[in-house]
């Protein structure tokens, strides 16, 4: 990783100890000496502060490592639409019971505006899962922890996979069901 070498140069060319860089970017020790060794990969915002503190470009600071800062944006990215969809859809369970009290149809607008904005972040992290041709749970854990997915594609077991996909999908659907059903008991009680 040549980015760890040039964060070094840079640092030793301002006369900065990593405790003196850390304090600058706000960021621990720890983490400069992570990013010095290649351990870990300073974000987009370290970066920007990074490449401002030294006074060079971006292109010049990660000379070369432009592969492995698109593949940490994709892991950023993975986790933060994980994050939403997973809000939108408690939203949506929570939101069914609450929803209920409204007159006609009504009712399904808020829910049903939540369920479509967890699906749309669904299809974003089915976008980057079929580009970087991830299928199983394993292989998400292996990218978004920086591992090797070939040694983790090789244990593939196609049935075992769809079996568990589908098994997974019918637990969550009866779970959503019931909180949704007993979110509006206490409107179906009253009426």
């Not at 370290?46 to 060079?56: G, Q, R």
């Not at 699906?119 to 974003?124: H, I, L, P, S, Y």
């Not at 996979?161 to 999908?169: E, F, G, H, P, T």
């Amino acid at each position: 990783m040549n980015l760890g070498k040039q964060i070094q140069t840079y640092r030793k060319k301002l006369g900065l100890s990593q405790e003196g860089l850390a304090a600058k970017i706000y960021v621990s020790r720890q983490t400069i000496s992570n990013w010095e060794t290649g351990h870990s990969y300073p974000d987009v915002e370290n970066l920007l502060l990074l490449s401002v503190l030294f006074d060079v470009s971006l292109d010049e600071l990660v000379k070369g490592d432009v592969v492995i800062m698109k593949n940490e944006l994709e892991r950023s990215k993975m986790d933060r639409y994980t994050k939403l969809m997973l809000l939108f859809m408690i939203l949506v369970i929570f939101s069914v019971g609450p929803a209920s009290f409204l007159p006609d149809y009504w009712w399904a607008i808020i829910p049903g505006s939540f369920w479509i904005v967890s699906m749309f972040f669904a299809c974003r992290l089915e976008k980057i899962k079929h580009e970087k041709d991830i299928q199983t749970y394993q292989e998400i854990m292996a990218f978004m922890a920086d591992q090797n997915l070939d040694s983790v594609r090789q244990r593939r077991n196609w049935f075992r996979d769809r079996l568990s996909k589908a098994v997974i999908v019918l637990v969550f659907a009866i779970i959503a069901g019931l909180l949704a059903l007993l979110s509006a008991l206490p409107y179906w009680l009253t009426h």
